[in-house]
Nanobody, 122 residues
Framework: QVQLVESGGGLVQAGGSLRLSCAAS????????MNWFRQAPGKEREFVAA????????NYANSVKGRFTISRDNAKNTLYLQMNNLKPEDTAVYYC???????????????WGQGTQVTVSS
C-alpha cells in the first residue's frame, strides 16, 4: 500500500518560512519523480515544484521561483519543500505527488498524499 504523508504545514506570518516534508512508503521512492502541488479554496490544483528521480534536477512554478526549494533524500524516502518569504497568496493545501516523469500536470500524477494546510497571514 502506497502512502505519501505530508507534514510541516501551519500558520505563519507573511515573510516567514515553513518546511514541508513528505514521507513515502510502499513504493520504490527513488524510481519516481516527485512533485508538490497546491490547491487554494475555490481554485484548481496547481503545480508548485518538481524534482527528478536521482540527479535531482528541479523545476518550479514562476510564482514560487527564488522563494521555494524542493529536495529529496532517497535514503530516507522523504521529499521536502523549503518555503521562504511566504506570501498570503501561498495559502493553500499542499500535496506531495509521485509521478513516472517530472510533470506540471496533475493528471500525470500516479500517487497523491492527503495534503497539509499552509496558511499565510498578512
Amino acid at each position: 500500500q502506497v502512502q505519501l504523508v505530508e507534514s510541516g504545514g501551519g500558520l505563519v506570518q507573511a515573510g516567514g518560512s515553513l518546511r514541508l516534508s513528505c514521507a513515502a512508503s510502499g513504493l520504490s521512492f527513488s524510481s519516481y519523480a516527485m512533485n508538490w502541488f497546491r490547491q487554494a479554496p475555490g481554485k484548481e490544483r496547481e503545480f508548485v515544484a518538481a524534482i527528478t528521480r536521482s540527479i535531482g534536477n528541479t523545476n518550479y512554478a514562476n510564482s514560487v521561483k527564488g522563494r521555494f526549494t524542493i529536495s529529496r533524500d532517497n535514503a530516507k524516502n522523504t521529499l521536502y519543500l523549503q518555503m521562504n518569504n511566504l506570501k498570503p497568496e501561498d495559502t493553500a493545501v499542499y500535496y506531495c505527488a509521485a509521478s513516472d516523469f517530472v510533470t506540471t500536470a496533475s493528471r500525470a500524477v500516479t500517487y497523491w498524499g492527503q495534503g497539509t494546510q499552509v496558511t499565510v497571514s498578512s
